[in-house]
């Protein structure tokens, strides 16, 4: 039989599987070489091209909806900051059958490629999706969608899974930049670029540890040292200050200033980067400018819902400047969506479920919140199990909270309304502690 011997794409079922396996039907290292002569260097910054996807139906009566779905993905990856996205829809069912889409990409440095296709039964339809990472000639993620269609809902289903796939692929700690991140701290890099200290943040923001916020810090100062008009960079070095700042960290009145200064600056130098925004935000929130945080945050979560770590530090600071059920119910959706986040969000968690007396909750939240070096996680632990009454369990958190704070019963109040804006919860978060034993 010769019928489907021109076909671009095979779909196989494994035995004893039942998941289909989506591969292209030629030599693709080939085309590698044809490239050129010299051997090939990855661009240093996340590229990723999207393929049209291929309408798998026997009568190729899908083809719009497959067109749909690329360019609804092109539309929304765009809106990443952190990626740098091609789009190859455009390119004619002829190019594609020449095999020339991966070799283009080639040439434009692009490092990741995502391709799909879809079929159809009934009323049914499957999309499959595949993001192959091109330094090693390999599929790194797959997924597939079964939505049922009618003629009202095509555009819901090409949104909601173009949203589904752009935020597992391409959000702060998606698998691109995941990817790059484990990449980047498995070498040795001497030439630090913003970028680089973009990669940096993001693992730092995760995992709070001296030794990853120190090689952030002496990046951004080597990086604003030799470029002082970097926006992205400058911002990232006001944020650091900030959070030394709001940890109560050695000269925090000198942490207060840079803040203010850096922040300003950054936003001159970059006033539409989004990073550069939730700076801004963050500044207010610690200057306690309300109005302008609130209307700034608000700006923000209106204009960038596709980034997971920026909305998530936005929903962390509005849940505690009193915005509560909003807040909460973007960290949620969040937590849910990411396999990786900064465990911080429990913090904002714990505190919905402890002013509400939910102190059960409270306390499950507060035990996801496990940041080693940082001594909210045990503070919080310490105020519910005060209200719980659990005197032992409370006395090991209070034992861990003064290594990481030997002065917290002195500055107690002032420490928790640095981040806290409401005076009732405050009090309340005290009551907690002193039930627990604290001298305040």
Same mark, same amino acid.
Not at 356 to 371: P, R, S, T, V
């Given at each position: 039989m010769?019928?489907?011997?021109?076909?671009?794409?095979?779909i196989e079922i494994p035995k004893g599987g039942y998941t289909p396996i989506i591969t292209l039907k030629h030599n693709f290292q080939a085309d590698i070489k044809q490239v050129g002569e010299t051997e090939f260097v990855f661009s240093s910054e996340p590229k990723l091209a999207i393929l049209p996807f291929v309408d798998l139906t026997a009568d190729g009566s899908m083809e719009y909806f497959t067109r749909g779905i690329s360019e609804e993905l092109s539309v929304i990856l765009t809106k990443y900051e952190d990626i740098s996205v091609f789009n190859f829809n455009a390119f004619s069912k002829e190019n594609i059958k020449k095999d020339t889409l991966k070799k283009q990409a080639y040439k434009r440095g692009v490092r990741?490629?995502?391709?799909?296709?879809?079929?159809?039964?009934?009323?049914?339809?499957?999309?499959?999706?595949?993001?192959?990472?091109?330094?090693?000639d390999k599929q790194i993620w797959a997924e597939?969608?079964? #939505?049922? &269609?009618? /003629?009202?809902?095509?555009?819901?289903?090409?949104?909601?899974? @173009?949203?589904?796939?752009?935020?597992? +692929?391409?959000?702060?700690?998606?698998?691109?930049?995941?990817?790059?991140?484990?990449?980047?701290?498995?070498?040795?890099?001497?030439?630090f670029d913003t970028y680089s200290a973009l990669l940096k943040f993001y693992y730092f923001e995760v995992h709070q540890t001296h030794e990853a916020y120190n090689d952030l810090y002496n990046s951004l100062i080597r990086i604003t040292e030799d470029d002082p008009d970097s926006g992205i960079a400058v911002a990232l070095l006001s944020t650091l200050y900030g959070n030394r700042y709001m940890l109560d960290f050695p000269d925090s009145d000198k942490s207060y200033e840079m803040l203010g200064e850096l922040s300003e600056k950054a936003a001159k130098l970059s006033p539409n980067s989004l990073i550069v925004q939730?700076?801004?935000?963050?500044?207010?929130?610690?200057?306690?400018?309300?109005? #302008?945080? &609130?209307? /700034?945050?608000?700006?923000?979560?209106?204009?960038?819902?596709? @980034?997971?770590?920026?909305?998530?530090? +936005?929903?962390?600071?509005?849940?505690?400047?009193g915005k509560w059920e909003q807040g909460k119910d973007l960290l949620d959706k969040i937590m849910q969506k990411n396999i990786t986040y900064p465990l911080?969000?429990?913090?904002?968690?714990?505190?919905?479920?402890?002013?509400?007396?939910?102190?059960?909750?409270?306390?499950?939240?507060?035990?996801?919140?496990?940041?080693?070096?940082?001594?909210?996680?045990?503070?919080?632990?310490?105020?519910?199990?005060?209200?719980?009454?659990?005197?032992?369990?409370?006395?090991?958190?209070?034992?861990?909270?003064?290594?990481?704070?030997?002065?917290?019963?002195?500055?107690?109040?002032?420490?928790?309304?640095?981040?806290?804006?409401?005076?009732?919860?405050?009090n309340h978060i005290l009551e907690g502690l002193r039930l627990a034993g604290l001298k305040l």
């Open positions: 010769k019928e489907g011997k021109d076909d671009q794409i095979i990741f490629i995502l391709e799909g296709a879809l079929n159809k039964a009934g009323d049914q339809v499957k999309i499959f999706a595949r993001l192959t990472d091109l330094s090693v597939s969608y079964t #939505r049922k &269609l009618d /003629l009202e809902n095509i555009f819901e289903i090409q949104e909601s899974v @173009s949203r589904e796939i752009a935020n597992i +692929l391409c959000s702060e700690y998606g698998i691109i930049l995941h990817q790059l991140t484990v990449d980047f701290y498995n070498q040795e890099y001497r030439n939730i700076v801004r935000v963050f500044k207010y929130f610690v200057y306690d400018e309300k109005e #302008r945080f &609130l209307a /700034l945050a608000q700006t923000c979560l209106a204009r960038y819902e596709n @980034s997971s770590l920026r909305t998530g530090s +936005l929903a962390f600071y509005l849940s505690l400047y911080f969000f429990h913090g904002a968690s714990t505190l919905y479920y402890y002013r509400k007396n939910d102190y059960k909750k409270a306390l499950a939240e507060a035990f996801k919140y496990q940041i080693p070096g940082i001594f909210w996680a045990p503070m919080l632990r310490t105020a519910v199990l005060g209200q719980l009454k659990q005197q032992a369990d409370a006395e090991k958190e209070i034992q861990h909270l003064k290594e990481l704070k030997p002065d917290f019963e002195i500055k107690a109040k002032y420490l928790i309304g640095l981040y806290v804006k409401e005076e009732s919860l405050v």
